[in-house]
């Protein structure tokens, strides 16, 4: 099993950025290697949601710039919404034929903004005494990566439209 924890500041109220976070479907617009990202049930974002995002290895920008295909540079990674309490905590869980995976968000205020606290495990299904020690280190350079852009993200998106 591979995990990766950071705690990023937020310079947005902690309503702010939990609604931004919890749309998972803004994930497009902090994590390089998310392509695509769709809700994929009806209704308001809560427990039951799901949400697919379309990801791989490769930065989207490479992907744009060599005009890969998103089918061939990446794979789809459902998300379920396992808790959903505004504006504290949201937790996905999700399995891929080839993959188990858990991301647990917690949010609490700091002064004016919010510090976030973003723990992900990753699991090979198949011969996970194989390919955990593999995963473990690539896992780390891949969530850094993820989460690097995410305050800055949240910060625009939760800003007010005029």
């Known amino acids: 099993m591979a995990t990766f924890e950071t705690t990023l500041a937020v310079d947005a109220s902690v ?24 809700k994929t049930t ?15 290895m490769l930065p989207r920008r490479r992907v744009e710039r060599f005009r890969i295909p998103l089918g ?15 504006p504290h905590r949201f937790v996905l869980e999700g399995r891929s034929l080839l993959l188990r995976y858990r991301d647990d968000l917690v949010f609490e205020p700091d002064g004016e903004g919010t510090l976030l ?12 005494r194989l390919w955990d020690p593999m995963i473990r280190p690539l896992f780390r350079r891949i969530g ?18 005029r």
């Open 15 to 38: 309503e702010q950025t939990f609604a931004f976070v919890s749309d998972f479907t803004n994930a497009v617009s902090w994590d390089p290697r998310s392509y695509t990202a769709r």
């Open 144 to 161: 850094v990566a993820a989460t690097r852009d995410l305050p800055a993200a949240v910060a625009e998106g939760s800003r007010p439209t």
């Open 117 to 128: 606290r973003y723990a992900a495990v990753l699991e090979a299904r198949w011969l996970p």
């Open 72 to 86: 061939l540079a990446g794979m789809s990674l459902p998300y379920d919404v396992l808790e959903f309490d505004p």
């Open 42 to 56: 009806e209704g308001p974002i809560g427990v039951g949601t799901r949400f697919v995002i379309t990801g791989g």
